[in-house]
């Protein structure tokens, strides 16, 4: 597509720009409002360290955990101040062309165009099935999520190997990869050479606002992009939370989580289905994509009472008739439900 014709803003939109203070929020996708107490009170206890720089043994220490966490050794784990740096970082690999899989999160292709990287997009018509020979052969570095935002779909990791191209590096967003039970389909315990993970922190243990996550990959990849950075890219608290959260207690809590999650999720699908609303499945992120007649018109009415959803137009190949809702709870749900039939739908 030619950068001309590219919306950079819409590109620039991310969920809590449709979610304001005090509103039933259905538009982002993090879980709850706060880390668990455990995580909290381990993050406190850490306060009286800030006087002092991050040292290597911390580095180490939550590269070792993450390394633990997925059979990897430590050098294969390159920490992040959330996935959104790892997204920036994508140009310092210096791809000729990259392919960036659509409708998906729009960061990377965002990052990837501000560096001058030609980028083509890879449209999926629904039900959104990666189909690899989509993909140009001169394609040497293709981005896609998994499971995808917004649509949901958990594509078979075999499906995402067969991408593979002598020359190609693969980047699979699995920022909601621990929202899946067994994690399955995930390739963050693949050695593959080519092949680069990310993950994030922000969705499972609410910590958005302290930006954590990391890649996991072949070192001399991480390398190019670790290249640059500066001394201690990340603090003593994102790192604690980064050691915390790949302990085995951790890992154990969040699979528990990502089990009620898929009994909430059909329970939701089956009461907005009986309202009249069209949900996109099978479905196994901690989100749903939907498919509603005058799609800006509801998310304004929605608004009106107080109820946030996602606009899903500014997603590549989603026109304004989409809208993505977070997975909640059967009283948020309901209230979300009454606010569709209290707008006229």
Known sequence: MPEDSVDHAKLRHHGDVDARPGMFDFAVNVQGSAPPDWLRRRLAARLDSLGRYPSAAEDLAARSAVALRHGRPPEQVLLLAGAAEGFAMLPRLAPGLAAVIHPSFTEPELALRDAGVPVTRVLLEPPYLLNPAAVPEAADLVVLGNPTNPTSVLHPAEVIRALHRPGRTIVVDEAFADAVPRETESLASSAASDVLVLRSLTKTWALAGLRCGYFL?????????????????LGTLQLEAITATAAPFAVAQAQN???????????????????????????????LLLHVADGELLRKHLADQGIAVRRADT????????LRVAVRGTEEVGRLIAGIRAAGW
């Open 257 to 287: 989580r990502a089990r009620a999650l898929v009994v909430e999720r059909e329970l939701m699908i089956e009461r907005l289905t009986a309202a009249g609303i069209e949900v996109h499945t099978p479905a196994a992120g901690p989100f």
């Open 217 to 233: 990959g072949a070192p001399e990849l991480l390398a190019r992009l670790n290249h640059g950075r500066p001394h201690w890219p």
């Open 315 to 322: 997603f590549p190949g989603l026109g304004p008739d989409y």
